[in-house]
């Protein structure tokens, strides 16, 4: 319990660290025009990396490396769930293309 609670801790104190970075990554992203369905999409997926890292580590640290595993694909499941809107548009403008 103590081990989970400092990595939650810790994790906490990183993300906290991290806003600004973001913010600054957002605001230039904004100057730039561009779509912030993407940026959006790429910190939700970094966000999910984070934590499907920490809860895996945090199984294998308690023994249970099919339960690290299972973290693990529940992660990149999630992580395929989030970029479904980005391979649908990749699709239609490969149609456009095309036609």
Do not use: H, W
């Not at 999910?48 to 529940?74: H, M, N, Y």
């Not at 992660?75 to 403008?93: D, N, V, Y």
Request: aromatic share 4%; net charge negative.
């Amino acid at each position: 319990m103590i081990k989970t609670a400092a990595a939650a801790a810790i994790m906490a104190a990183v993300i906290s660290g991290l806003v600004p970075v973001l913010e600054r990554v957002e605001a230039m992203y904004s100057e730039t025009g561009g779509n912030s369905e993407y940026l959006t999409v790429l910190l939700k997926s970094l966000g999910i990396c984070f934590l499907t890292q920490l809860a895996a580590d945090i199984c294998r640290d308690s023994g249970e490396g099919t339960l690290a595993s299972q973290a693990e694909t529940a992660g990149k499941t999630a992580l395929l769930i989030i970029a479904l809107p980005l391979f649908e548009r990749a699709a239609q403008l490969a149609r456009e293309l095309i036609l």
